[in-house]
Structures are given as structure tokens and as C-alpha cells.
């Protein structure tokens, strides 16, 4: 797959870095300025009627990624709507997940052909806050949160989040199921390291498991003041 360099339509970037949290086949780009909506695609831009400057922002950013990492596969100018879901529109034949916080947005693509599903998330470590630690962690997450040193505690529950958000992205567009923070449990191995693997299994039963072994396995990775999870569902 050859790689198509930036264009001044379209400034995000491939993210190698934000890549190695995926099985190859899946394409993730990056950016880290506001979007533009005057570069969103008319098709796009019918979707910001009365959005709020900060939302129009993310919005482009997110149809900038997506549309940037389609491009590595031959497809370009391919506008993104919205579902009745308030999910991207991918083109026949991909899967995708967006995210954004302040200061980058991502978004990770693949061919159906080679990935089922894919997640992706990024959070900034301490933006959780903890007030609502309970409402995300489930009881043995905060049992092991409680035995960290006060100064990890906010990196591990930003980890939980986002990990239980880039599931829920991945598992979504299969099931059309609402999962609850306290639906999925997370484990992350070998803590202390910067970037390593990760395990989410439900607490209950929920459709994914028609769809995919459980617990599933992603990758985690702490990078500048982000924290971001990947997980994907390959062909088997």
C-alpha cells in the first residue's frame, strides 16, 4: 500500500505511533489542531446546522481523519454522514472509529475483509475526574486502583475509560448495543510499562460475545499527557 503524502485539503497525518496499537490492516491518522469546517465536504457539513464552534471543530477533525486514513486504500474524497445511531457512515466494504480530545484527534480504518471491528480512544491522564472514579470502575477495578500509589491512581482510571470506550466503539456497530462503564471489566498487563496489552471482558452477558471470544484483547499506550486504547477484531 503506497503512502499518500498531506495535501492542503486535508492536514492530519498517518500516526505510526497510534498504528502499533492495531494488527495490520488498519490505518490510523492524527491530528493535533482544531478541525476546519470549511474543509468539510458538503455531504459533511449539512450535519454542523446548529453546532456549537467547538463541536463543528471536532466534527472536522474527525471527517479529516477518517477521510485521510481512506485515502491509504484508494478511496478519496468519500464523504462521512451520520447514522441514525449517531455513528460515521463508512463506505461499503470498511469499518472505522474516531476519537477526539484537546489536542488530537485520531481516527483508525480497515477493510472489512481483513477486520470486523475496530476501537479507538484517547484520553488525557487526570481528565477523569475523581468524583466519578465509582461510576466507571467496577469493584475489583477500584480495589486495584486503590492499591497504587496516589500518583499512578489517575493514569489507571484514565486508562479504564478510555479502554471501556474503545470497546464500546468497536462492539457497537455489530450489536447496536448501550453498554454501561460497569458492563465491562478491565485489566491491563504488566503495569508500569508505557504501552502493552490489555484485557476487557464483560460483566454480564452481552451480544459481542456472538461476535467475538471474550476477554478481548487491545493494546494501551501512554504517549505526552495521552493515554490511548486500540482494539480490533480480526478475520479469523
Known sequence: MSTIPQSADNPSNLSPLLAS??????????????????????????HLARAAAKRAQEFA????????ALREFGIDQYPLGVGADRQPVWPPGFVGSITHTAGLCAAAVAHRG???????????????TQDIWPTICVAGEAAWVDS????????????????????????FP????????HDL???????????????????????FENYAALPL??????????????????KV
Open 174 to 181: 455489530l450489536t447496536g448495543e448501550w453498554l454501561d462503564f
Open 217 to 234: 484483547c487491545g493494546r494501551y499506550l501512554y504517549h505526552g499527557e495521552f493515554v490511548s486504547v486500540g482494539v480490533a477484531l480480526a
Open 185 to 207: 471489566s478491565v485489566e491491563p498487563q504488566s503495569w508500569g510499562e508505557s504501552a502493552t496489552q490489555i484485557l476487557i471482558r464483560p460483566t454480564r452477558r452481552i451480544r
Open 148 to 171: 497504587l500509589s496516589p500518583a499512578e491512581q489517575a493514569a489507571a482510571v484514565t486508562l479504564i475509560f478510555s479502554a471501556k470506550e474503545a470497546f464500546y466503539k468497536c462492539q
Open 21 to 46: 496499537l492495531f494488527p495490520a490492516g488498519v490505518i490510523v491518522t492524527e491530528l493535533r489542531a482544531p478541525g476546519d469546517p470549511a474543509l468539510l465536504l458538503p455531504a459533511e457539513s449539512v
Open 114 to 128: 481483513a477486520i470486523t471491528a475496530v476501537g479507538i480512544d484517547t484520553e488525557i491522564v487526570g481528565h477523569v
Open 61 to 68: 477533525a474527525g471527517r479529516l481523519c477518517a477521510r485521510r
